[in-house]
C-alpha cells in the first residue's frame, strides 16, 4: 500500500465537505503486472439516484525542491493513471489535485497552462490553509 501525500485527509475532508461520497481510499488498479493506487475515488449524485458523476483524485503537494520535476512525474503519473482508470472504470473522471499556492505561483506560466490543456488534465485545486477546494479546472 502506497504511503499518503501530507494533503490526503484534507482534501479527503474537502470533497466530503462538498457533498461527495468517498468509494475508494485508495483507487486500486490491478493491471497483472503492477499495481496502481490513485489517492481517492469519490462520488456525488445528481438529483436522487440519477446520472452520478465519479471521480477519481490524485493528489499531489509540490514540497520537494524541484517543483519542475515534481510537476514531470505528476504529469506522467496522471496520464499513466487515466489511461488504466479508462480500462477499469471509464465513466470516472480522474483529476490531479494542486495546492493552491503552487497553482498560483507555477501553473499560471504559458508552458505549464500547454502541458495542462493538450493533455487535458482537469485540477482540482484545494487551499491547505482554509482546508478546502478551492477552484475546480476541467
Keep these: 500500500m502506497p504511503r499518503k501525500d501530507i494533503f490526503h485527509q484534507l482534501v479527503k475532508t474537502a470533497l466530503e465537505n462538498e457533498g461527495w461520497t468517498i468509494t475508494h481510499d ?9 499495481d496502481l493506487y490513485i489517492d481517492l475515488g469519490a462520488e456525488r449524485l445528481i438529483g436522487a439516484i440519477k446520472d452520478g458523476n465519479k471521480i477519481a483524485i490524485e493528489i499531489k503537494t509540490f514540497i520537494a525542491p524541484s517543483t519542475i520535476s515534481e510537476f514531470h512525474t505528476a504529469i506522467g503519473q496522471f ?5 488504466a482508470l479508462e480500462e477499469e472504470e471509464p465513466d470516472r473522471l480522474l483529476y490531479l489535485a494542486i495546492p493552491s499556492d503552487i ?13 495542462i490543456q493538450r493533455n487535458q488534465i482537469p485540477l482540482l485545486v484545494y487551499d491547505s490553509e482554509k482546508q478546502e477546494i478551492a477552484k475546480w479546472i476541467r
Design 26 to 34: 485508495p483507487y486500486h488498479i490491478d493491471l497483472g503486472f503492477v
Design 79 to 83: 496520464i499513466n493513471y487515466r489511461i
Design 103 to 115: 497553482h498560483k505561483r507555477f501553473f499560471k506560466h504559458p508552458f505549464i497552462q500547454t502541458v
